[in-house]
């Protein structure tokens, strides 16, 4: 089984500043038939359901702000933010899907304003 | 619009059952696999089961499989959870989410809680 494990586990960023949120999975979840990694990433604020952001670990979903960006390969993820607004608050989380139909998704990191 | 909406959470006795719905709309349901991720108080999510388009595949994370069924009926555009000898290990909000392409989940329901207690 694919473990995803996020870092930190949470981190405080000023307004205006840049946020990283790091995802590393257990094992390659890039396909090579096709070149693309099986990453997705959500957003979570307080008392809603996730949200999806970014897809194929760098595609951003319809209507997600450009503040917002995915990258890395392989086995190593990096979800950035690139200027914290107040809205931003909120829990991410990784997920992996090459082992569709099964899915396993990373334990979240807490964002916060510093 | 794009929208699903669970129901069916509550208080149920360890051991007992409980058998969640989610009613689709806005998009062409049968076109899809749907899933069900739970989220216990305070936790991360977890994804539980999902199922092909037509019902004839089913997926489960190991810590369900054998007490959790899922199923759905494309005519009224819904997914269901039965789930049985519930334990309190899965008290959770419960929601159901639509499988995209190869596997990310968009969009979400508003969630169910089940709550697991004597």
């Known amino acids: 089984d694919i473990v995803m494990t996020q870092s930190p586990d949470s981190l405080a960023v000023s307004l205006g500043e840049r946020a990283t949120v790091n995802c590393k999975s257990s094992?390659?979840?890039?396909?090579?038939?096709?070149?693309?990694?099986?990453l997705a990433w959500y957003q979570q604020k307080p008392g809603q359901p996730p949200k999806l952001l970014i897809y194929?670990?760098?595609t951003r979903a319809s209507g997600v702000p450009d503040r917002f960006s995915g990258s890395g390969s392989g086995t190593d993820f990096t979800l950035t933010i690139s200027s914290l607004q107040a809205d931003d608050v909120a829990v991410y989380y990784c997920?992996?899907?090459?082992?569709?139909?099964?899915?396993?998704f990373g334990q979240g990191t807490k964002l916060e304003i510093k | 619009e794009l929208q699903l909406v669970e129901s069916g959470g509550g208080l149920v006795q360890p051991g007992g059952s409980q058998r969640l719905s989610c009613a689709a709309s806005?998009?062409?349901?049968?076109?899809?696999?749907m899933s069900w991720v739970r989220q216990a108080p305070g936790k991360g999510l977890e994804w539980v089961a999902n199922?092909?388009?037509?019902?004839?595949?089913?997926y489960y994370v190991d810590s369900v499989k054998g007490r959790f069924t899922i199923s759905r009926d494309n005519a009224k555009k819904s997914v269901y959870l039965q789930m049985n000898s519930l334990r309190a290990e899965d008290t959770a909000v419960y929601y159901c989410a639509r499988d995209n392409d190869a596997g990310w989940l968009d969009p979400w329901g508003q969630g169910t809680l089940v709550t697991v207690s004597s």
């Open positions: 199922i092909k388009e037509d019902g004839s595949e089913k």
């Open positions: 806005g998009f062409i349901f049968s076109n899809y696999w």
């Open positions: 194929w670990a760098s």
């Open positions: 997920q992996e899907y090459y082992s569709t139909p099964l899915y396993t």
């Open positions: 094992q390659n979840i890039l396909y090579s038939s096709n070149n693309k990694n099986y």
